[in-house]
C-alpha cells in the first residue's frame, strides 16, 4: 500500500502536467520553475508552522520544506503568502464586479434576463451609477476603458450607450488579465479540494464524467454545460449580492473578512 506522501506526489504531478505545458509553451522551463518553487514551499512551511502554533524560525522552515537555510534567508526572511496580502480597488477587480452586478440586478436586465445596454449617466439604471455603487474610488470612465479593452463591452458613439458583449467576466483580450483569472480559479477549485481531502472540509467539489464519445455529443455536451452554468451563475450571483449588501450594512467592517468563490468548468479531450 503506497504511502500518503506517494499518493499526494503522485496526484499533484498529474495535476501538474497541465501546468508544466503552458509553462513551457511560454518560455519558462524546468530550471526556472525549481528556482520559483522554493518560495511557495518557504510561504507553505512558514503557514503551516504558525497554523500549528509553532515559531516559524529558519531553522523550523528549513526543515519543514527541504529548502537550505541559505535560501531561506535569502528569499525574503519569510514574508507572507501574496495570495494573503489586501488588494486594492484596480480597474481589473471594479471591472469584474461591475459585471456581475450589471449580470445579476433586476433593472439591468431584460425580460430575458439579458443584460441591457447602458447610458453613462441618465434617470434611470446607468453605467456611471452601476460603478458607484460599488466603489466611489474608481472613476467610470477608468472601469469602462478597461472593459474595452478587454473586449468586453462596446460603446456606441452616436447614443453613448454601453452595451456588455460577454455573459460573464471572460476578458476577451489581455493575455495578463486571463492568466490572472487562471491563477484565481484554479487556486481556490485547488485548495477546495485539498482541504477536502484532509477531512477537515467539506467543499462543494464535484464532476461529471462520461467517455466513449463522439465529437458532436462532446460539442453538445458542451453547450448544454454553458446553459446550465448560466442558469447557476444567476441563482448563486443574485444571493452574492444580496449578502454583499447586506453585510455592508449591518456587519462591521472587522467582521467582513472573508471571501468566497463559485465556478464552473468544462474539459473535453481525446
Known amino acids: 500500500m503506497p504511502s500518503r506522501s506517494a499518493i499526494v506526489l503522485a496526484c ?31 510561504d507553505a ?10 515559531k516559524p524560525t529558519d531553522s523550523a522552515v528549513s526543515l519543514m520544506s527541504g529548502v537550505h537555510r541559505r535560501d531561506v534567508r535569502n528569499l525574503g526572511r519569510l514574508a507572507e503568502p501574496a495570495d494573503t496580502q489586501a488588494e486594492g480597488e484596480t480597474p481589473l477587480n471594479m471591472a469584474s464586479q461591475v459585471v456581475a452586478r450589471w449580470l445579476s440586478q433586476t433593472d439591468c436586465l431584460d425580460d430575458e434576463g439579458q443584460p441591457r445596454p447602458l447610458p453613462r449617466t441618465g434617470d434611470g439604471p446607468h453605467f456611471d451609477a452601476l460603478v458607484a455603487s460599488i466603489s466611489s474610488d474608481v472613476r467610470p470612465r477608468a472601469v469602462l476603458d478597461e472593459l474595452l479593452r478587454l473586449g468586453m463591452a462596446e460603446e456606441d458613439p452616436d447614443s453613448g450607450q454601453v452595451r456588455l458583449l460577454a455573459t460573464g467576466f471572460v476578458p476577451r483580450q489581455g493575455f495578463a488579465e486571463m492568466a490572472q483569472l487562471l491563477q484565481d480559479n484554479v487556486h481556490d477549485h485547488l485548495a477546495a479540494a485539498a482541504l477536502n481531502l484532509e477531512g477537515g472540509h467539506n467543499y462543494l467539489e464535484q464532476s461529471v464524467f462520461v467517455d466513449q464519445l463522439s465529437d458532436e455529443s462532446t ?3 458542451h453547450v448544454v454545460a454553458a446553459r446550465a452554468w448560466r442558469q447557476a451563475f444567476k441563482t448563486v450571483m443574485t444571493e452574492a449580492q444580496a449578502r454583499y449588501d447586506h453585510d455592508q450594512q449591518h456587519t462591521a467592517p472587522e467582521d467582513r473578512i472573508h471571501r468566497a468563490r463559485f465556478g464552473s468548468y468544462f474539459y473535453a479531450a481525446d
Request: aromatic residues 6%; hydrophobic residues 55%.
Open 12 to 42: 499533484a504531478l498529474h495535476v501538474l502536467r497541465p501546468l508544466a505545458r503552458l509553462l513551457l509553451r511560454n518560455g519558462v522551463a524546468y530550471p526556472a520553475f525549481a528556482a520559483a518553487m522554493k518560495k511557495v514551499f518557504l
Open 219 to 221: 460539442r453538445r455536451l
Open 45 to 54: 512551511a512558514h503557514a503551516e508552522l504558525q497554523d500549528s502554533g509553532k
